[in-house]
């Protein structure tokens, strides 16, 4: 057979299966997609008003619609997927292509959960090796997929030297999840101990350095769950990295889990009892982990004979077996193998590992932090906390001191607020106020309890994190108020619970940030945080942080007066704390924040100014705030910070300079600020804050290119905006912020209907912002950029209506 | 008639490049090679073994392209060709079949497999093979993107390399035709 005949065969039209010619295809085509976009109530409305006069569209749309399956029986899709995924095996080299952004370069690991290997992010701003996981997809569906993504904010908030970052994350447009991880080279650290043979005091010095990274992941929620000597690798610098932290948890929720059991998961040596019993995970399970990492890095070998891998009886060997301690197997390993005599351990490193490893995770270390506290205590000859764990009246009493150690640590772990207050709480034990700290204990206690879990579990299983957000808020303001009803006198608590309550009162309601909407309880918060504040700079008016603190109060206080509706108040109490800042900013020397809150204060009144009608008035305080920004950009070491700031003032500034008339100065000043943007969010992809900055800037550079004229360089960014917004909001739909955004928007894209004369279109954009910004504002009633918001959309939706009824009884 | 892997990349490079004539000459010889491949395949079967045709035309590439002189756009093309190279050699197979089928011949050969990834499904190949007939007809474009996703096994980011639009334009083209598809299918079925 020829090559021509098979070429001939499909060109072979079938004229009586085509119902419908090309040009009507794509139309049909675009309406659909429109639509697919919609929800079912939002795709009605849409397609009544798209398909308003051709009952025929709406048939052929209808009847397309009407295929539509679920994500699993998409057969389809799934045919595609997998035709996708054989190539993709079968290529035993994928060298050369992209996931992403990023190009692979080789590969590195090959698993039941997926490949990883080493690319590079190759673009005009970023060039950096990273690892990329490319994980078999389970059967996971959409709220699978959700999870995934949350629970990959949170381990991109992870940023410790000590602990490779996660990068970046999603899955290609197949569904195909994948992770980028900093790529480290180094070796496994019983590798580079025995490697560089290391001393026992230098291994234990290198293993607190592990417990401080650990401490860390646990105080933002995050545990390993996967802790061995594979994931703490030892770069040529000799510095310890934690690879693959909550990994374990998240390929779990991909569904790849599903098909093996937690166990096949785990490295079995170092798996802790509740691991292998299926019991809930918490940070102890690290903590044990740690353990057998050091019982090897001390001795030489592992804790337990294991005869086999079968389950259950890997099982009863970890959970019921004593492990030898750790002196006397060096012994034995001496003679079984030939290594380099060790010296002989100390009996309290013997009683330190076997803390760490007990059966019952409550009798272990509370947190990594007293793990490696008593390390340290070892190494400087201190007596430890550890004890050979013989007489039950012992354990008896240890136990009660741990219940105490275990609740304050696990508070620590909760939020830093919290924790703050934790361990000022401590303090106060070892000073002896025993009446007062057993009640507060009592609280510290119950909230550890409720609020931990609760929260804990709140952040993993919800979509957003905003109404786990909302309980750590009431929660905390529970706790704080009980604790300043008896502060008393004690200066370094109140300063400690006027903080948290700011820190509370930013999260209820901050204009700018995500927020949760809670005016009131914000503007009270920040009240109870000045006066807090104004006694402590009372009581000692020298120092620089109390005053530079209640000034942020007041800040906060100002903006809540001023969005409430009284901009002349607002005005005045910003300008009263100028002479302050400028004398802290005079006399400051490495940390520069004061300097950064004079720049901002100025920035502040600029836009306060321009609000209020005073274009030239607002000039000049964003001048100013720019020359101070752009001083601190050249001798401020941390560029990300500078940049970010700089580029706030480019977009603010250019706001003003458009209001006086010059509209190509500010596409200038806007376009600076979003390249600016965009490198720093190519080099921090996950961080929300940026991500919010750049669609900002987005809108306002199609803002000024439309007043130029130029509508289609204009649609382009606005369309760049609404695809990032949408994004944003499918992470996290509750939040009030992304919604805001999501609607602003829409407007604009809108808008951008409008001018091109497609007013249907023009009028869907409007009524889904129309929508939202209802619900905003019913929300937070008191409001007024949201009353106004209101309005602004209610208008464009009449001037539409007016121009298309005028368009039909026209002439 | 170029049959080395340098003539194969010369040409692919010189398509990749514009040349719009490399591309006549280079799909016969894909064309043939593929056949090569999967008649290889039918005369030594092995028992369980699964033939794949993205896999196919995997290997295909391996064979013709020399990989250290093409780019990943190249490779892309190439991709793009096999994939609707394979999408003839599987339904002349699935229609010789049939028709063996239809003279009360046994059937034991292995392309089967690979009809049955779609069959297992109960995606008829030749329901399938007609509405894409269809489709080209509407949109061309559709149509290949179709094709390089079930018989290249491209995912939407090289389908989009290769067509040269972006993703975003490339899912929302991919999610329409499968509507599309699925209804031609299902009113065919009826």
Redesign the interface.
Known sequence: ?G?GE??A??????PE??N???ER??QV?SV??EA?QLDTERQRQYLDSACAHDDDLREEID???????DTGN???????V???????D??ANKV???IGAYKILKEIGHGGMGTVYVAERDDEHYRQQVAIKLINPGLGGESIRRRFRNEMQILADLNHPNIARLLDGGE???G?PYLVMEYVEGRPINVYCDEQKLSTEQRLKLFTVVCDAVQYAHQHLVIHRDIKPGNILVTHEGSPKLVDFGIAKLLDQTGSGATMTAMSFMTPEYASPEQVNGVSVTTATDIYSLGVVLYELLSGRLPYRLKSRVPHELAKAICDQEPERPSTAIGRNALEKTTAPRPRLHADLDNIVLMAMRKEPQRRYASAEQFAEDIHRHLDGRPVRARHDTFTYRAGKFIRRQKIAVAAAALVAATLLIGIIATTWQARVARAERARAERRFNEVRQLANSFVFEVHDAVSNLPGSTTARSLIVQRGLNYLDSLARDAGDDRGLQRELAGAYEKLGAVQYTPSVAHLGDFEGALQSHRKAAALREALVASDPSNRDYRRELLDSYWFIATLVGAQGDMTRELEMLREQLPVRHELAVSETTEFVDRYNLAGTYGYLGSLLLEMGDVKGALENQRECLRIREELAAIDPNTARSRRALTISYEYLGIVTDRAGDTKTALELQQRGLAMREALVAADPLNTDLRLMLIESHRFVGDMLLKLDDVERAAEHYRKQL?MNRDMVAADPLSAQFQTNMAVALIKTGDIDLRLNRAQAALTNYNEALRIREQLSSASPQDRFARRALAEVRTKIEDVNRGLRGKKSGP | MVSSQQGVTKLLVAWGDGDKAALDELMPVVYDELRRLAQNYLSHERPGHTLQTTALVHEAYLRLVDQKSVNWQNRAQFFGIAAQMMRRILINYAKERNAMKRQGYATKVSLDDAISFFEKRELDLAALDEALNTLATLDPQQTQIVELRFFGGLTIEEVSEVLGISPATTKREWDSAKLWLRRQLSTRRQ
């Open positions: 057979m090559f098979t070429v065969a499909t060109s072979t039209q079938h299966a085509v419908i010619t090309p295809w794509q085509k659909l997609a697919l009847l397309l619609l009407a295929q539509q399956v998409d057969v389809i899709e799934e045919c595609a997998d035709a996708a995924r054989l190539r993709l079968h290529a050369g292509s992209r290609t447009a197949d195909l695809e």
